[in-house]
């Protein structure tokens, strides 16, 4: 209490108001992969340009710059990049710090890659050498100076996708101090091996075969998922047969042998090869046909053998390149790397693991290592609380395969997790004119925040249209999605003259309480709000004067968020309730400096299921 010792009018502030409680944002991304460059602490970016500057562009071999694509293009407007990438840290000429990042690519080959450091001609200009087995590169004149005039900084000059380097990419870790010579790094050599690991290796390279009748391709085949070794191919003639043809496969001591046709029918080469009982188990194939009017036994390929390159698996055979694992990718807290690293971050939502799949389809990891990554990420989001991790299913899987892998081989069980199937065709930003398949997280994203901006977190994220998405790897039928849905596997199908949309939305959880993934993240936004909008009531006395204030603040929250539409009721006592008084706070919690809240809502489901029941009526009936 203020003293009064002279007589005197005082005017004094009291703040007894009330204390709004705001809503926080409930779509804030956070992808986890490869980049072509940038910084491994994680980054907020709000548009693809702005990725682009600080990550790169689109990279062969990784999946995270094509889902940050679709997740802006799908609506989404704000996300955290956490790089994974194995980098040496060069240090600055004076001091600790780092002051550049070089990162091989991921097309660089398996040669160790080495990096060397030579002072320039004057004061803060230094020389850049890079060395892979026999190839050199020099960047001569190198400025850590973003504002040089004569233009010479490192990123510019070394990142430049034309002149620039094949074997490495780096990011200016230098900071922002006066001097560039400060800034330089410092003159040495240094290498990766050892504890450096450098990026990640390529998904199963390609083989494409061109058509027997000209120059154009015909097929594409890679390794199946694991498959490490060589696969030699051959072409073989059927005599009596034009259009059919027959494919070996030898990889070791296995060999495999399909008769397949381009034409459309049982025997044709994507049915046979890369799904059902007649599934290969070295190769994967892809019809590349660009002139759908040409027969089937125009586009077979030319008699002939071929050989498909092996993957090293294991980093022994691997010249002493070292791989990258889903241990990468799950990261560590402390050292604020991959999924773990994310713990430091508040305000994020949503998390994302495409380049899970790139390291899957390398044969770096199985589907084990898959579960261990995913499951990492369900149990990160199950810590946080305020936040969903959105899974990819494995390629490659057809509606039977996926169901059983998901309750049999995963056996996934959460609230905080949505899993998504099957894979999306989009424009393949390497290969001009190309398409791809790629997994659909980063797309799912965007539309998770597009609906929220438009309807709500409340609404379901479902009958959406993809953007982006020009295809789907596999069309799902109802009959088949009837054994998917009820597993809590999202489909995305194809409906005709209504686009390819997002047919689902449930998450992995046994508990129907919390079957519906528009419930589970409402519940986020509604306790992640209070939880930052009551921050006041700590250490405030624990009286009724308190309880009667968190009671008004609370409840003119949730009385806004009844009127956007987000709880069920026909007025806002059968909507909500919020009880803070003598019962729930007897003497021995105040005793124990705690106060007790009870807050109730009933949240709105989705209509999933719409029935018309119809019938007839007798003529003239009411």
Same mark, same amino acid.
């Given at each position: 209490m203020p003293q009064y010792l002279s007589p005197g009018v005082y005017v004094e502030e009291v703040d007894r108001g009330s204390k709004p409680i705001e809503g926080v944002g409930t779509s804030v991304a956070a992808f986890v992969g490869f980049t072509e460059k940038g910084p491994r602490e994680a980054q907020l970016v709000t548009n693809w340009e702005q990725f682009r500057t600080i990550y790169g562009g689109f990279i062969e071999g990784a999946f995270l710059p094509t889902s940050v694509y679709g997740y802006f293009l799908n609506g989404g407007t704000r996300a955290y990049i956490m790089r994974v990438a194995p980098a040496i840290q060069l240090p600055q000429g004076r001091g600790n710090k780092s002051a550049l990042e070089v990162t091989p690519l991921l097309s660089a080959g398996d040669e160790p890659v080495s990096v060397k450091i030579a002072n320039g001609a004057s004061a803060g200009r230094y020389k850049l050498i890079v060395q892979q087995g026999d190839v050199s590169e020099t960047f001569d004149d190198l400025s850590s100076d973003k504002k040089d005039p004569a233009a010479r900084y490192v990123e510019t000059i070394v990142n430049d996708a034309t002149k620039g380097s094949k074997l490495v990419r780096v990011y200016d870790a230098s900071g922002n101090r006066d001097l560039p010579e400060l800034r330089a790094p410092?003159?040495? #050599?240094?290498?990766?091996?050892?504890? *450096?690991?450098?990026?990640?290796?390529?998904?199963?390279?390609?083989? =494409?075969?061109?058509?027997?009748?000209?120059?154009?391709? +015909?097929?594409?085949?890679?390794?199946?998922?694991?498959?490490?070794?060589p696969v030699q191919v051959e072409v073989l003639e059927v005599a009596g047969k034009d259009d059919l043809f027959k494919l070996l496969f030898k990889s070791g001591d296995e060999t495999e042998t399909h008769d397949v046709s381009f034409a459309k029918g049982a025997a044709n080469i994507e049915t046979v090869i890369n799904g059902g009982k007649?599934? #290969?188990?070295?190769?994967?194939?892809?019809?590349?046909?660009?002139? /759908?009017?040409?027969?089937?036994?125009?586009?077979?390929?030319?008699?002939?053998?071929? @050989?498909?390159?092996?993957?090293?698996?294991?980093?022994?055979?691997?010249?002493?390149?070292?791989?990258?694992? /889903?241990?990468?990718?799950?990261?560590?807290?402390?050292?604020?790397?991959?999924?773990?690293?994310?713990?430091?971050?508040?305000?994020?939502?949503?998390?994302? &693991?495409?380049?899970? &799949? #790139?390291?899957?389809?390398?044969?770096?990891?199985?589907?084990?290592?898959?579960?261990? +990554?995913?499951?990492?990420?369900?149990?990160?989001? @199950?810590?946080?609380?305020?936040?969903?991790?959105?899974?990819?299913?494995?390629?490659?899987?057809?509606?039977?395969?996926?169901?059983?892998?998901?309750?049999?081989?995963?056996?996934?069980? /959460?609230?905080?997790?949505?899993?998504?199937?099957?894979w999306i065709e989009i424009d393949n930003p390497n290969q001009p004119?190309?398409?791809?398949?790629?997994?659909?997280?980063?797309?799912?994203?965007?539309?998770?925040?597009?609906?929220?901006? @438009?309807?709500?977190?409340?609404?379901?994220?479902?009958?959406?249209?993809?953007?982006?998405?020009?295809?789907? @790897?596999?069309?799902?039928?109802?009959?088949?999605?009837?054994?998917?849905?009820?597993?809590?596997?999202?489909?995305?199908?194809?409906?005709?003259?209504?686009?390819?949309?997002?047919?689902?939305?449930?998450?992995?959880?046994?508990?129907?309480?919390? =079957?519906?993934i528009n419930v589970r993240r409402l519940f986020n936004f509604v306790e992640s709000s209070i939880q930052l909008g009551t921050q006041w009531?700590?250490?405030?006395?624990?009286?009724?004067?308190?309880?009667?204030?968190?009671?008004?603040?609370?409840?003119?929250?949730?009385?806004?968020?009844?009127?956007?539409?987000?709880?069920?009721?026909? /007025?806002?006592?059968? +909507?909500?309730?919020?009880?803070?008084?003598?019962?729930?706070?007897?003497?021995?919690?105040? *005793?124990?400096?705690?106060?007790?809240?009870?807050?109730?809502?009933?949240?709105?489901?989705?209509?999933?299921?719409?029935?018309? =029941?119809?019938?007839?009526?007798?003529?003239?009936?009411?």
């Open positions: 410092k003159a040495g #050599s240094y290498n990766f091996g050892g504890d *450096d690991k450098p990026a990640a290796e390529l998904p199963a390279p390609a083989l =494409r075969l061109n058509s027997r009748t000209g120059d154009q391709p +015909a097929v594409e085949i890679r390794q199946a998922p694991g498959v490490t070794k007649t599934a #290969s188990k070295l190769v994967r194939v892809k019809d590349l046909a660009e002139d /759908s009017k040409a027969s089937p036994a125009e586009r077979r390929p030319a008699a002939g053998k071929h @050989e498909l390159s092996g993957i090293s698996a294991a980093p022994a055979a691997s010249k002493g390149k070292v791989q990258l694992t /889903s241990a990468d990718l799950t990261g560590d807290s402390v050292a604020r790397t991959g999924v773990g690293g994310l713990e430091a971050l508040d305000d994020v939502t949503m998390v994302i &693991m495409p380049d899970l &799949m #790139s390291l899957y389809l390398s044969g770096a990891i199985d589907l084990k290592g898959v579960q261990v +990554a995913q499951t990492a990420m369900m149990n990160h989001c @199950e810590a946080m609380k305020n936040r969903v991790a959105i899974l990819d299913a494995p390629p490659d899987m057809n509606p039977q395969q996926i169901r059983n892998w998901r309750l049999n081989e995963a056996n996934y069980d /959460s609230k905080y997790a949505a899993l998504y199937y099957p004119g190309k398409t791809m398949f790629s997994p659909p997280g980063g797309h799912m994203a965007g539309i998770w925040a597009r609906n929220d901006a @438009e309807r709500g977190v409340h609404k379901a994220p479902a009958n959406e249209i993809v953007r982006g998405a020009v295809g789907l @790897e596999r069309q799902i039928t109802m009959g088949e999605q009837d054994g998917l849905n009820p597993n809590g596997i999202n489909c995305i199908r194809a409906f005709p003259g209504r686009g390819i949309r997002v047919w689902g939305a449930r998450t992995l959880s046994s508990d129907a309480s919390w =079957r519906y009531v700590v250490f405030e006395p624990n009286d009724q004067d308190l309880w009667a204030r968190i009671r008004r603040d609370i409840n003119a929250f949730l009385y806004t968020v009844y009127l956007s539409g987000a709880f069920f009721g026909a /007025s806002p006592d059968e +909507a909500y309730f919020v009880k803070c008084d003598g019962e729930v706070n007897p003497p021995e919690t105040i *005793d124990q400096g705690i106060v007790v809240t009870e807050i109730g809502f009933a949240p709105v489901k989705p209509a999933e299921f719409v029935v018309f =029941r119809i019938g007839q009526m007798a003529a003239g009936g009411a």
